[in-house]
């Protein structure tokens, strides 16, 4: 029975928020914050399912200014629980593939974000030179998945490099956010589903560093989201 009444408010707010939100970036096609305040929205929406979500901010990651986000990407609960911090100025980088989902695809484009074709290399190296031009021009902060695809209790999927080009070229920090393991811990027809922890990591200076160094940053980061989430999960257990 609770997951039937579950799953009919989920309907009822994708439908509600995905057709409010389209309105809402129309009206403010100006704004840098469009992602900011529907993240806000769809962060309440893991109460629904019983998720109990506490967000950690590094307290320099919020002094910066511009920056590439990268997080590590579990499954579909990622909307809402990495949207617990998601901060201002930032658009997204996800797959093409987004804008097929009915109703939320139309907001994903809509909400200013970037779709990447990642099964055509030249055509995502392509689209990672347009994402370092427009940063350049707008002083927007993007966010990626670099794992890029859902890791569903496959363990930590290995890194793909376009995060880390994106943050050389344009000259900004990384600052990774690491999502506790969130794998087979819903259960809709369970009132509560259990704490998650989601935390923003002190930024990493990718001053002075050339496309030679892009491999070596994305294996320090990956190392490090990697130890955050087993240190996440270990006190969560």
């Known amino acids: 029975m609770l997951l039937l009444i579950r799953m009919a408010l ?15 970036c129309l009206l403010t096609l100006w704004s840098k914050n469009r992602v900011y305040y529907l993240g806000r929205v769809f962060a309440k ?3 629904l399912f019983g998720l109990s979500v506490e967000s950690r901010v590094s307290d320099l990651a919020k ?3 511009q920056a590439v986000y990268v997080a590590n990407h579990q499954n579909n609960f990622d909307l809402f629980t990495l949207a617990a911090v998601v901060p201002e100025g930032v658009v997204t980088v996800g797959k093409k593939s987004l804008r097929w989902i009915p109703f939320f695809g ?9 779709l990447i074709n990642r099964e055509d290399r030249k055509q995502a190296i392509a689209t990672i030179d347009q994402i370092v031009s427009s940063m350049k021009k707008t002083g927007l902060s993007i966010w990626m998945f670099p794992e890029g695809t859902r890791s569903r209790g496959r363990g930590w999927l290995p890194f793909k490099r376009g995060a880390f080009h994106a943050a050389v070229q344009a000259g900004v ?3 990774p956010i690491v999502c506790s393991s969130t794998h087979n811990q819903v259960n809709l027809n369970r009132l509560h589903n259990g704490k998650v922890v989601v935390e923003m990591l002190p930024p990493i200076d990718t001053t002075g560093l050339h ?8 294996t320090t980061c990956e190392t490090l989201m990697h130890e955050t ?3 996440l999960d270990k006190e969560l257990t």
Do not use: C, H
């Open 10 to 24: 989920l309907l009822l707010l994708v439908v509600g928020v995905t057709l409010l939100g389209i309105v809402f």
């Open 45 to 47: 929406v893991a109460r």
């Open 63 to 65: 002094t910066v200014p």
């Open 106 to 114: 139309v907001l994903y484009w809509a909400s200013g974000n970037f």
């Open 173 to 175: 920090p990384i600052i």
């Open 211 to 218: 496309e030679t160094d892009v491999v070596q940053l994305m």
């Open 229 to 231: 989430k087993q240190r």
